[in-house]
């Protein structure tokens, strides 16, 4: 039984391994295209790779279950076709017997989502958030780059050219509180000057043309041979640090942040959204398995498509609610923060009852 328990094991490690390696580089592949566009505009290659090292965690909390249910399809599956489980069972070994290897599995994934969902992940990805704050205070000019168009606060600006510190084909717009425009400034060419203590950007403005488009006024056009243009590229940034996103939050922040609202007559349920989530999602590899298991036994296919397509529609099915039930958030009466539960309970109730129905064949 042992030898059998240590086959069984070894090939669910191995393919939950293989099957989380491609996964996460997926997934961090989406964010390289950022990185890569970070080095492009001068940051250096150790921020890059920093980056990429703290929106992994992220990462992890997702392709860890969905790599533990597309072993689980693939291996008994495979299990299947080749009669390896009716061989085991015509020995008088028991299903749950088959399966334990599987569940001790899964336990330990749980727990390794949980921390990585209620702990680590937040922590991880504020710091990736932080550390791109940090970087465009120290390397203001990296994200000032020539042929788009750049957000600050207040301000929509595009540099058509740039060489070092002089840039051409300049176009500021300036909103208002309500995102409304207001001012258009045209300018041939200018030079920055940036105060990194200050955290101002100050762009000299030549031959500027200036558009007034207040509302209400007829457009104004004044011309400037010369024009300073300060930018407050910091306040923003600091004033960003003083509180956390929910995402970001771990449980201990969580926790306190339901009770001050509770205390002040805030709604809460975007709090408990996220509390939900992560708990759900965290228990999801116990789900995956009962659910992948039946699944697996019954198709009795080899081909590794068929299992990743059997897969992929598990994994989709479950987080439907994930996303339902954030885009419900605004409307608690209809308790959104138990939506995530649905898919977990049906997997987890459903897969018993198939396996139970296998046994007893």
């Not at 088959?98 to 680590?120: D, F, K, R, T, W």
């Not at 791109?132 to 606060?153: D, M, N, Q, W």
């Amino acid at each position: 039984m042992k030898i059998l328990s240590r086959y069984i094991a070894k090939s669910l490690v191995f393919q939950t391994a293989m099957a989380i390696l491609i996964l996460t580089f997926v997934m961090v592949s989406a964010q390289l295209f950022q990185a890569f566009d970070m080095l492009a505009r001068g940051l250096p290659i150790s921020t890059i790779g920093r980056f990429i090292l703290l929106v992994t965690p992220y990462m992890l909390q997702f392709t860890i279950p969905m790599a533990m249910l597309c072993a689980i399809v693939l291996v008994f599956s495979r299990f299947s076709a080749d009669n390896e489980i009716t061989a085991m069972r015509a020995s008088g070994i028991s299903l749950w017997q088959i399966i334990a290897p599987a569940l001790g599995m899964a336990v330990v994934l749980s727990a390794l989502c949980l921390y990585l969902q209620l702990e680590v992940a937040p922590e991880f990805n504020y710091r990736a958030t932080e550390m791109r704050r940090t970087e465009a205070v120290r390397a203001p000019l990296a994200f000032l780059e020539p042929g788009r168009h750049i957000e600050f606060p207040g301000y929509i600006i595009y540099v058509g050219g740039r060489r070092q510190k002089a840039i051409s084909a300049v176009q500021i717009y300036e909103l208002d509180d309500n995102g409304r425009l207001v001012k258009d400034i045209a300018a041939r060419r200018g030079e920055i000057r940036v105060d990194e203590q200050a955290g101002i950007i100050e762009m000299s403005l030549e031959d500027a043309m200036v558009a007034d488009l207040k509302e209400g006024r007829r457009p104004v056009h004044i011309g400037n041979r010369e024009m300073h243009f300060p930018l407050d590229y910091a306040r923003e940034l600091n004033q960003a640090r003083l509180g956390r996103r929910i995402k970001h939050m771990n449980v201990p922040m969580l926790f306190s942040h339901i009770y001050i609202y509770n205390r002040r007559g805030m709604k809460t349920t975007p709090l408990y959204i996220e509390l939900h989530n992560r708990l759900s999602m965290g228990l999801s590899p116990i789900a995956f398995l009962l659910i992948g298991i039946p699944f697996g036994i019954r198709t009795r296919r080899t081909e590794t498509s068929i299992g990743l397509l059997i897969s992929i529609s598990l994994a989709m099915f479950f987080y439907v609610f994930v996303v339902l039930s954030r885009s419900l958030e605004n409307r608690p009466q209809y308790h959104p923060e138990l939506l995530v539960w649905i898919p977990n309970l049906l997997y987890q109730i459903g897969g018993l009852l198939a396996l139970r129905r296998i046994e007893r064949r």
